[in-house]
């Protein structure tokens, strides 16, 4: 598709390329996997934790108290628009699951709301690419397995039901769940009898699809089983896991399912993962310049060459791309 351009002021004559593209291929906000300082929230006692992922060290940071009350939290996550990590927990005083805001330093708790009439607490959290939190939803008051996945306003907490992790016993012991920097949901079951599995969850269903079981190699040509609470990813697509059979802190291989144990010992059982920073934004590669962000709309690619310059839609929707070329004239007056 070629044309001829007259412009309103003078130019020298050069080409300008449009390359129409969906948004996600161009530019991506993935924002979910993490990097930074890893913490930890404590489900048996009520208690924040640091992690360091190479050695599974972990330092104290204080009792997760809503006031005068400890509150046990088996999630958390980091909002990666504006950095306040959240945590789910059960007020014991009322009966209800809430949302809260976490500080980090701390561990000070801001009540923001109930999951209202859902019942269930929020035993796995975690933002998605959408920006929406996303939550694993137990029955009642347990910390151990949800059996369904909501979405949670992050302003009032209140819980909207997507659908059922499955019916197999197994899939409804969803005890973690955390996006990869594609975007994918994943799953991580907490059985104390049987092999944890890994999954892939269906944004729009809640529907759970089978990976892997979750099993460690003990070098000697047996296995054992892990019970799998928390799950987060880091920006070099590494799975963190907090294993509730041990009380240990490892890696998943997210092929296999592969458990690999870096700590058999922190302070404390190990029931949310949350980084305290975002993986960068990708913005893609930028063709003959450097990428300037000017408005929502569009992105102007400068420096391709003399008086010329390339500009790229982002338009949201469009599968696939289109080039095309317009000779540019310059109009004499």
Same mark, same amino acid.
């Given at each position: ?177 955390? *996006? ?25 269903? /809640?529907?759970?699809? *089978? ?40 890696? =998943?291989?997210?092929?296999? /399912? ?22 960068? =934004? ?22 391709? *060459?003399?008086?010329? *310059? ?5 338009? /949201? /929707? ?16």
């Amino acid at each position: 598709m070629f044309g001829t351009v007259k412009l309103a002021y003078p130019v020298n004559a050069f080409l300008i390329a449009v390359i129409l593209m969906t948004s996600p291929s161009f530019m991506t906000a993935n924002a979910v996997p993490g990097t930074g300082t890893l913490y930890a929230s404590d489900p048996e006692v009520g208690g924040l934790l640091k992690i360091d992922p190479s050695t599974g060290v972990d330092t104290f940071v204080g009792t997760t108290m809503d006031g005068t009350l400890s509150v046990r939290l088996p999630s958390l996550a980091v909002d990666p628009a504006t950095g306040i990590m959240y945590g789910g927990g059960f007020d014991s005083r009322v009966a209800i699951p809430n949302l809260y805001k976490v500080n980090p330093s701390t561990a000070e708790l801001t009540l923001v709301g109930a999951s209202g009439t859902v019942p269930g607490n929020m035993v796995g959290l975690d933002f998605g690419p959408d920006g929406k939190l996303y939550a694993a939803m137990a029955e009642g008051s347990s910390t151990n397995g949800g059996t369904q996945l909501a979405i949670i306003d992050k302003f009032t907490g209140a819980a909207t039901l997507i659908g059922p992790f499955g019916e197999d016993p197994v899939v409804k012991k969803m005890g973690a769940i955390a *996006f990869d920097k594609d975007g994918t949901l994943w799953g991580a079951t907490e059985n104390s009898i049987v092999f944890s599995a890994l999954y892939k969850i269906n944004l729009s269903t /809640g529907h759970a699809t *089978f990976v892997a079981n979750i099993i460690r190699d003990n070098g000697d040509g047996t296995f054992s089983h892990k019970s799998i609470r928390s799950i987060q990813f880091a920006c070099d697509g590494t799975l963190y896991a907090g294993d509730s059979f041990s009380k240990g802190f490892g890696t =998943i291989d997210t092929t296999e /399912g592969t458990y690999t144990a870096t700590s058999s010992d922190p302070d404390g059982l190990i029931g949310g993962l949350a980084f305290e920073k975002t993986c960068p =934004i990708s913005h893609g590669t930028a063709v003959g310049g450097t990428i300037m962000p000017v408005d929502m709309t569009a992105l102007f690619v400068a420096g391709a *060459f003399t008086n010329a *310059f390339w500009i790229s839609p982002t338009l /949201g /929707g469009i599968a696939g791309a289109s080039l095309a070329l317009f000779k540019v004239k310059r109009k004499h007056s």
